[in-house]
């Protein structure tokens, strides 16, 4: 077992016996994160309706269904259903056995229970146990033994360390107990199979496909990517090689295109689902004077901007120096054109409940953090920084920790200083040691932020400010606030619902908001984006007064017209971040930004 790849989570699949005829080869179907159940505008379309069909294409081979994890968390419909229309789909897929993914945690134990027993196949977690209980938590399983065609088989979940570190819901010292993947993996095997393996196949957890053997066993390792778009089906020859041989394994990428006629029963199901919240989701909701690049890749390489944007609307709102978060905040993956923003546009960027805290922090506590942010690049990992307010470089080419030049951090256009202590917002989930950032946990709160927005809030109220100019200047009111009343209304149906949490939800009395004050204010034309924190480094934070009983925007609103500007082309006020060399790689081998 000591040839097990490093992977965020993974299936494994053991061919403990073949005692028939039945077949002479074993066929499985494999797919991972499955977020978004509507099709896509771009092939492959996706899907969970086409998903179904083309599972269902190849059952002729009785193929084993397995899938490895994430599906109750983040999407748009997950921010109404926290998850609960995911077991249904899951069922009409026909999976035999799940292992279970770091967002499946995203709405605590209870309701992850819950979606567990709605399924009709196991789900696994073979080294991560209750310790109250010694077994695994929320009712999934160490193992799973099946008989499939006259094979055994023998099924384990195995998680990495980091893959906790991810978790935001759960108290990890409290609730969960990590073990070993390795010993975890070679105890339960040996409960499953007295030899040993005949077969190991590790499923990972990741969002791109592919297919591989690694060293030094020769292992496969199977990604299949994301969203319903494409699963991988491998044909393994039987009876197997003797071992230590690797299998005669075979596979293949199957996309879930246009072509691919939907399920009509898992269709009602997604129709369903669609329309309960697509009443609110299609109105519109800002404009925007350039694409704004949400795809994953981006968001979790590299600067964008889109990542300036969100960092810019943090550090403003909250008036701190600095502003980072994680790329793998932004969860929409797909381009947003230049154009009419709705919405759903924005839901599906940001569809997790992210509270803003400020904290202060030492150039030094900084540096560790922006090394934490690059640590892992060129993986595509969701702890890439996204930043405002700072500039710095790495290289890659130096070992994980020391990657940042820390001549090049200049925090509003002065040098860092490691002694200094600067103002910084970030994501509650960060200030929690989250995702790898520990170097956080010590961070001091700069100020008890009673009812801070969160980031999805703060978002939409900008988006709802210029809106509301637009349609003001759309009944020739000058972009003076006529419009404010309307689109904070319309906004209120939503707002309370997006981004579910225990708590109520920042920023919903929308109108009230905006109208308060007598509408947004028009910013001067051609206030293009922030300005350089080297030329305008942000004021000191200051402490908001006047709390009401209901969360309210205007502590925050100060600032936030410096973020769109007006556009004589379209005649329209929006929003114009740009790539501003923010983030360097030192040899120069970021890619350049594609919008």
Not at 82 to 102: D, F, K, Q, T, Y
Not at 301 to 313: C, P
Not at 550 to 571: I, S
Request: overall charge negative.
């Amino acid at each position: 077992m000591a040839g097990i790849p490093p992977a965020s989570i993974g299936l494994l699949l053991i061919v403990i016996d073949w005692f028939g005829p039945a077949s002479d080869r074993l066929t499985i179907l494999h797919f991972n994160d499955v977020y978004e159940i509507s099709p896509r505008a771009m092939e492959p379309v996706g899907g969970a309706a086409r998903f179904v069909s083309a599972v269902r294409a190849h059952a002729a081979d009785s193929p084993l269904v397995l899938f490895s994890g994430d599906c109750l968390n983040p999407s748009l419909v997950s921010s109404f259903t926290r998850g609960e229309h995911m077991a249904p789909i899951l069922n009409s897929i026909g999976v035999h056995a799940a292992c279970v993914g770091n967002h499946d945690f995203d709405f605590g134990m209870e309701v992850l229970r819950r979606h567990v027993a709605a399924c009709s196949f196991p789900w696994l977690l073979s080294n991560v146990l209750d310790p109250r209980t010694g077994r695994p938590p929320a009712g999934l399983c160490e193992s799973h033994l099946l008989t499939w065609r006259g094979i055994r088989v023998g099924l384990l979940g195995i998680v990495e360390r980091e893959w906790l570190a991810t978790l935001a819901c759960v108290d990890l010292a409290r609730d969960l107990r990590f073990l070993d993947p390795e010993a975890a993996a070679a105890r339960l095997a040996a409960d499953l199979v007295a030899a040993g393996a005949e077969l190991l196949v590790l499923a990972g957890h990741d969002h791109h496909w592919g297919v591989e053997a690694v060293a030094p066993h020769g292992t496969l390792v199977v990604k299949s990517g994301t969203d319903f778009r494409e699963f991988t089906r491998l044909e393994l020859a039987l009876p197997l090689r003797p071992h230590p041989a690797r299998p005669d394994v075979a596979w293949a990428r199957v996309e879930v295109g246009a072509g691919t006629p939907p399920d009509p029963p898992t269709q009602a199901l997604v129709a369903g689902f669609e329309a309960l919240v697509g009443a609110h989701l299609d109105q519109a909701l800002g404009w925007t004077h350039v694409g704004l690049d949400a795809r994953g890749e981006a968001m979790r390489g590299r600067e964008t901007v889109l990542g300036n944007l969100l960092a810019d609307a943090m550090r403003v709102a909250m008036g701190c120096q600095v502003a980072f978060f994680n790329g793998g905040t932004v969860r929409s993956d797909q381009v947003h054109a230049a154009g009419q923003l709705t919405t759903r546009d924005v839901v599906t960027m940001l569809p997790f409940t992210d509270e803003l805290v400020a904290v202060e922090l030492t150039g030094a506590d900084l540096l560790r953090v922006l090394e934490t942010g690059v640590g892992a690049w060129p993986e595509p990992e969701g702890r890439f920084l996204q930043v405002s307010g700072l500039r710095f470089a790495f290289d890659p080419a130096r070992p994980p920790g020391t990657r940042v030049d820390a001549a090049s951090v200049h925090v509003g256009g002065a040098a860092l200083d490691p002694a200094r202590r600067y103002s910084a917002v970030t994501k509650a989930y960060l200030r929690d040691g989250r995702d790898g950032f520990a170097c956080m946990r010590a961070a001091r709160p700069l100020r008890v932020e009673l009812n801070a927005p969160s980031l999805a809030t703060l978002v939409r109220h900008l988006f709802f400010r210029i809106q509301a100019l637009n349609e003001g200047l759309a009944r020739g009111e000058g972009g003076k606030g006529g419009g404010a009343a309307a689109a904070g209304k319309r906004g209120d149906l939503v707002g309370a619902r997006q981004g579910v949490s225990a708590r109520p939800q920042h920023g919903t009395r929308t109108s009230g908001d905006v109208g308060s004050s007598g509408g947004p204010r028009a910013p001067a034309a051609g206030a293009a984006h922030v300005a350089d924190p080297a030329d305008s480094p942000p004021s000191e934070p200051v402490s908001p007064t006047g709390w009401s009983p209901e969360v309210l925007m205007q502590p925050y609103e100060a600032g936030l017209e410096k973020l769109y500007c007006f556009d004589p082309g379209t005649g329209k006020w929006g929003v114009r971040p740009k790539v501003e060399g923010r983030i360097r790689c030192v040899p120069g081998c970021l890619p350049e930004p594609g919008v």
